[in-house]
Structures are given as structure tokens and as C-alpha cells.
DNA sequence: AGCGTTCGGTTCAAATTTGAACCAGATTCG
DNA sequence: CGAATCTGGTTCAAATTTGAACCGAACGCT
């Protein structure tokens, strides 16, 4: 084990406020939506990612992609809101091992509910703290970030 | 309730960037350390706190600060972090309730061991990806936004 | 058709996280 | 001094998250 190549100044300073900002972030924002929606993160983001697809449905592994958790804590979550009336399950036609996940119509009104206070939340963490320069460079660097760790996932 | 600024283009592709890029480093940094430190990433973060303070050591207030978890969970980890032998607790002279976190010998050894591993694992993750460019302006963002957020929460 | 492998989802126990309640030691004023 | 309040840390129950084990269904191949 040689000697690693150690962070200079500027990298030091990238990967702290990295962890910095995503924890304050996600503190400041999970807050948020429990108190004025009464949802955490994880599941305001499945009600999301499914107001986005095609008939508000999607399957669960697809579903379980697009997020970033665990089959199981996916499993668990979709329970949780289908007591709460937001989500439903149907089966996949054509492939009887699949389970679907649809948004409800209450689970749409809760979501066209919670999205404006959210929306806001998240100007005032991230996006109206930025400037229109600042903004576009971190879209930039986080999104080859990320593209590049969904590449090496596979 | 009037019509909320929506996200536009750019702001959008920050926003789900920076939630997207977030998700998956984390991820990523954790099952690395958890597979060749059998550290959580949390209790590498309180380690390498520890070692960058005086003598290796702060009181739990203090840790829980620059940390970004509650009250609760820092004693819990502390708690682990003993068990397993590389923090110890001493008392805070000059206030009875005080309690000083410290890195033990071991503790110290534990880090400097999953140092090189970890440092590599987040250049390849997160800072090699980049070119300069980008990475200096992802610093000059999410120090802003870090910033900024530790100034509100106060 | 038959067999071995992969896939999709759930279940389970164990680890972690959180917020509220709590306790004892500081602080602050009247 | 002494009551009222605040602080620092822990404890507790409840919610969440994770990975491993599991089960039945689909697939690839012979």
C-alpha cells in the first residue's frame, strides 16, 4: 500500500462542502416535508418519480432504480404509503412475478399538495442561495457526477 | 397559496443532480468503508473529526456540530465507536456534565489505516471525475450553500 | 420437456436514526 | 441565597434502513 495521492486545497475544500451541503440539505428539506406534509424524503420521491411516469405507475424495480435504496426499504416504504391511501399495487400483466406501484388519487392531490412548499424549501437551500453561474456549474458537475457513477454501477 | 416559482431548466437539472449525485456517492463511500474498514460512514466522519481537533479529542457538543446528526445518535455511535475500542469518554474538566470524546491509540491506528482506501474511493467517485474547472466551482457552490445553511440554522 | 440460473419481490432479524422525555449540573436574576 | 430556566448528555420507544435468506416464476440451453 504506497503512499495514496492525498486531496490538495481545492479538492479538500470540493469533498467537504460535498458533505457538508448534502447533509445539511437533506436535514433542512426532510424537516420541512414532515412538518408541512407529513411525508420524509424517501417518499415524497417515489411520489414523484411515479407522478413522472406514464399513468403514475411504475414497476418496482424500476421504481427502486430511479430512487437509490433497497429492494426491501422500497418494499417497506411502498407499504407504508398504501396504508396511507397515496399509493396502490397492482400486478404486471404479462409477468406474474412483477408488482406495480400507482399513485392514487389522493396519493396525486397529496403530491399537487406538498410539491409548491417543497418547490420553495428547495429554492431556498440550494437554488436562490446560488447564483445563475454558480447554478449552472454545479448542475453541470453533479450530473457528470452522477451519470458516471449510474455508468459504473452496471 | 398562489402559483409558486417553479423550477426552470437548469434549476431543475441542479436540483435532481444534486439529489441524484448525493444518493449515489453516499452509496457508494459507504459500502466502501463498511468492506475495508468496517467503519458506517458516519463513524469515519467522527473519527476524522476527532483527529483534526486538539489531542484528538472534543466534546460531544462540539462533535455533534460539525457532524450533522442529533444528540441521540452521536451518543449511540460514541457508544460503538468505545465498544470497538477506538474512542474513549473522559470527563470535561470545568463542567461535571461534560463529556470529551477522545481517539484512543487504536482509534488512531483505525484511521490512518482506512485513510488511504477511503481518499482513493472519493477521488474516484467524485473528484477525479471532475476536471479543475468543475471541481473548483463545485467547492465555490456547496460551500456557499453549506454557508449559508449553518448561518439560518442558528 | 427438464435442469440450472437469474429475476422480482417479500420477509426477517439486526443495526441505525430520530425526537421526545428525562436528569443533573450550570446560569441568571431578583 | 433560591427559584426559574437553560444546557449537556443519556435513555427510551418507534420508525426506518440494510443485507441476507427465501420463494416462486421466467429464461436459456440441451
Redesign the interface.
Known sequence: ?D?????DE??M????????????????LERQLKDDAGLSHTQY?ILVQLSAAPEGSLRMTDLADR??TSKSGLTYQVTQLEKAGLVGRRSCPGDVRGVIAELTEQGWHTLRAA??GH??A??D???D??T?Q?????????????D???AT?A
Open positions: 500500500m503512499e495514496p495521492r492525498w486531496l481545492t479538492e475544500a470540493a469533498w467537504r462542502g460535498f458533505v457538508e451541503a448534502t447533509n445539511l440539505v437533506a436535514r433542512r420521491e430512487l437509490v410539491a409548491p418547490v420553495a428547495v429554492r437551500t440550494l437554488i442561495v446560488l445563475p454558480q447554478l449552472a456549474a454545479l448542475a453541470d458537475s453533479l450530473n457528470t457526477v452522477a458516471r457513477l449510474r454501477d
